[in-house]
């Protein structure tokens, strides 16, 4: 039988009453805390007794103190000397127990206890949930502005999708915490000029339940990635995991050491500065010798440029295959380019480069081809030729929309938009097709498998 377990707690930092009541129900079943560690709680096995808990906040203290302060250590003995023993402490948050019956208790003014744990509250926890909601702003921000400026590529990527998951139930779970705080905070202080102690509560299941979307927004994320995108963000989580038990482990060695707090904050804080970079680096290291451009794709596009005409046997060929899918939207992205000298004239093409926009939403297929034409149209420049889409005869190439870009100035160009029932192709060869050619297209973009 283990005589130790290890919980993670749900508790909310300023919920006192929600956590001595839990507290003296675990002594009751034979369990008394006896750390909290940087993710869970550590408890002992005891004889089952009732006891009595309670929850004093200390402002003044810091994670980064080595031992508590003098100060600390008095008001420690004051509690001791009431019959009330230190189970635990982390930063300003202390937890003492009491065998006696009906002990006196710790904190005996109301407005007091409010202002401690509004002081202890802005030490840490509220500077932290205000950093990461600023986080979750900027976030799902540039998501917002990618989705207005490139709908297409937002709603295909699994990695944006789990944005618009993610930054959301933080927003939820965060202005819970804010929100239930603050509006005890004011009950609190009426309360407390009653004399009275308003009790605190908190809010497991927002947190469990944001936990748990996140958690399966994110291996759904990861199960749709492929190949060496896939292994660059495994390695990316792993990286990051990595760096907050480091960190973690760097800041209690230097309390070990008896380091200063001050040197403990700074050495700590510089590591967060420095792995993240190492970690960058690491990461790119990973894509360069991953093969860079082909992360994200598949090997073979459905369509190459042999299928569209005989290329020469000394021609060298490039390729660059990328893949992009989403419940929503999938998006392929092919090139194939011969390296060969061309001569004026020359007929062999050299180079060809499509995007298939399969739309698996039905309600974006006007929003997309709705973007490709607007995108497409945009006025030119001083030194950019206006461009637009001309309507063209769809038949030859099996479409139900086709239209070829041109120019203001020089007319149209060999860069084809084709509409299919579920599907959008942009086609950009570098000559201009034939029939049997634009019927190929239509085969194997058109209906082919992706």
Excluded at 216 to 226: Q, S, Y
Excluded at 324 to 335: D, E, G, I, K, R
Aim: proline share 6%; glycine share 8%.
């Amino acid at each position: 039988m283990k005589d130790t377990k290890r919980r993670f707690e749900w508790f909310s930092f300023y919920d006192h009453t929600g956590l001595e009541r839990h507290l003296e129900g675990m002594a009751e079943r034979g369990w008394l805390l006896e750390k909290i560690g940087n993710f869970t709680w550590h408890y002992r096995r005891i004889e089952p007794k009732k006891l009595t808990f309670s929850v004093s906040y200390f402002p003044r203290a810091s994670q980064f103190d080595p031992e508590p302060s003098e100060e600390q250590r008095t008001f420690y003995d004051f509690c001791a000397h009431t019959g009330w023993t230190l189970a635990a402490a982390s930063a300003q948050f202390q937890v003492f127990y009491n065998d006696r019956p009906n002990p006196v208790p710790i904190d005996t003014d109301p407005a007091l206890e409010v202002e401690t744990i509004h002081q202890a509250a802005k030490k840490g926890w509220l500077v932290s949930q205000l950093i990461l909601l600023g986080v979750g702003v900027l976030n799902f921000g540039q998501f917002l502005w990618r989705l207005l400026d490139d709908p297409i590529t937002a709603l295909s990527s699994p990695l944006h999708l789990f944005s618009l998951v993610c930054w959301p139930v933080l927003f939820l779970m965060i202005g819970v915490e804010l929100g239930t705080y603050f509006l005890w905070r004011r009950r609190a202080l009426r309360a407390a000029e009653q004399g009275e102690f308003l009790a605190t509560r908190s809010h497991p299941m927002v947190q469990k339940l944001a936990l748990a979307v996140v958690s399966v927004g994110l291996v759904w994320c990861l199960a749709c990635l492929r190949g060496g995108m896939l292994t660059m963000m495994v390695a990316m989580l792993a990286c990051t995991f990595g760096i907050v038990f480091l960190v973690m482990r760097l800041r209690e060695l230097l309390k070990r050491y008896k380091a200063s707090a001050g040197v403990n904050r700074a050495v700590t804080l510089g590591a967060c500065v420095i792995l993240p970079v190492i970690m960058v680096v690491l990461v790119t290291a990973l894509v360069l010798t991953s093969g860079g451009r082909r992360l994200a794709g598949s090997d073979e596009p459905p369509l190459a440029l042999a299928d569209m005409t005989e290329t020469p046997a000394d021609g060298e060929l490039d390729q660059d295959v990328r893949l992009s899918q989403s419940p929503l939207l999938a998006v392929l992205t092919a090139s194939q380019y011969l390296r060969l000298g061309r001569s004026p004239g020359d007929p062999v093409p050299h180079w060809l480069q499509y995007t298939v926009i399969e739309v698996r939403a039905s309600f974006l297929y006007d929003v997309c081809k709705g973007h490709l034409l607007g995108r497409n149209g945009a006025l030119g420049t001083d030194r950019l030729p206006v461009k637009y889409y001309v309507p063209i005869d769809p038949a030859p190439w099996g479409a139900e929309e086709a239209y070829q870009s041109a120019y203001e100035d020089s007319g149209p160009m060999d860069d084809y938009l084709l509409c299919y029932p579920d599907r959008i192709v942009e086609f950009d060869p570098d000559w201009e097709p034939t029939q049997e050619q634009m019927a190929l297209v239509g085969e194997k973009l058109g209906r082919g498998p992706l």
